[in-house]
């Protein structure tokens, strides 16, 4: 199972609110109260965005997270180029996937238009990796590439 972890970023600041320095209470009506040396309550009012751990680490060991910017880089598949595009940018996001064809339609972690998945790539074939990059509040000029 899974670590359920989170993180936040505060639009006023323009940086993310460490876990390291400051305790960080979400509820379940979209409150974040941070507490530092005297607490702080910010409202699910647009201030803050909350960012949920996806359970995955990048190709470096690093946790991937919702708003993260990663790189999909494609793999050399028994000595054929899976693709014509070598590597793609795109954003970290919850969303829905399916085909409709061979796929039911089902909700998970995204990359793009592709599920986010620690079995190596699309439905294990070790076709791909990612690599974190930014983030869509750091680095908003990674994701209009």
Same mark, same amino acid.
Request: proline share 4%; aromatic share 14%; with cysteine.
């Given at each position: 199972?899974?670590?359920?972890? /989170?993180?936040? @970023? ?9 876990? =390291?320095?400051?305790? *960080? ?18 409202? &699910? =009012?647009?201030?803050? =965005? *909350?960012?949920? /751990? ?18 999909? *880089? ?7 180029? +899976? ?22 339609? *089902?909700? +998970?972690?995204? &990359? ?6 620690? #079995?190596?790539? #699309? @439905? ?22």
């Amino acid at each position: 199972m899974r670590p359920i972890k /989170f993180r936040v @970023w505060e639009h006023s600041r323009r940086c993310f609110l460490s876990a =390291d320095n400051n305790a *960080i209470f979400i509820d379940g009506h979209g409150f974040v109260q941070v507490f530092k040396q005297q607490p702080n309550l910010y409202w &699910a =009012d647009g201030s803050v =965005d *909350i960012m949920q /751990f996806t359970g995955l680490l990048d190709k470096n060991g690093k946790e991937i997270y919702e708003g993260d910017v990663v790189k999909i *880089i494609y793999l050399p598949y028994r000595n054929h180029s +899976c693709v014509s595009q070598k590597e793609k940018i795109e954003p970290v996001k919850w969303g829905h996937y399916g085909d409709e064809e061979y796929v039911s339609r *089902i909700e +998970c972690w995204m &990359a793009g238009h592709e599920p986010l998945s620690d #079995l190596g790539g #699309l @439905w294990g074939s070790g076709l791909h990796q990612y690599e974190v990059i930014g983030n869509i509040y750091s680095n908003p000029e990674l994701v209009s590439q």
